[in-house]
Nanobody, 127 residues
Framework: QVQVVESGGGLVQAGESLRLSCKPS??????VAWFRQAPGKEREGVAC????????NIADSVKGRFTISGDDFTNTRYLQINNLKPEDTATFYC??????????????????????WGQGTQVTVSS
């Protein structure tokens, strides 16, 4: 059974940075995306990385502050968040889908694109 494990959340002050990690188990043929869900809001897709990490999508709402990257050796994907703002407070989820072609689809921000989800990691930003 595929497991997706996230880590790296925490309590930070506005303006600081965090790097979240996501490690899907098993095969390396995954497209990985990051979502966030703030209290009382819908889950929002914020970043997607192709299997090789060469193709990336970042949501317009976070472009310039969020970066997605990966380490093929450890099969880990990262979400770097810079200049954190109180409105970034949310539970961040890593999602994965197996893909032989390994690219983010045009529907990469839809939750239904992904079969495997992590348990979520909480990011809280104080002002």
């Amino acid at each position: 059974q595929v497991q997706v494990v996230e880590s790296g959340g925490g309590l930070v002050q506005a303006g600081e940075s965090l790097r979240l990690s996501c490690k899907p188990s098993g095969s390396r043929n995954y497209v990985v995306a990051w979502f966030r869900q703030a209290p009382g809001k819908e889950r929002e897709g914020v970043a997607c990385s192709s299997r090789t990490g060469t193709l990336k999508n970042i949501a317009d709402s976070v472009k310039g502050r969020f970066t997605i990257s990966g380490d093929d050796f450890t099969n880990t994907r990262y979400l770097q968040i810079n200049n954190l703002k109180p409105e970034d407070t949310a539970t961040f989820y890593c999602a994965a889908r197996m893909s032989n072609f390994g690219t983010c689809s045009s529907s990469w921000q839809r939750e239904t694109e992904y079969a495997y989800w992590g348990q979520g990691t909480q990011v809280t930003v104080s002002s």
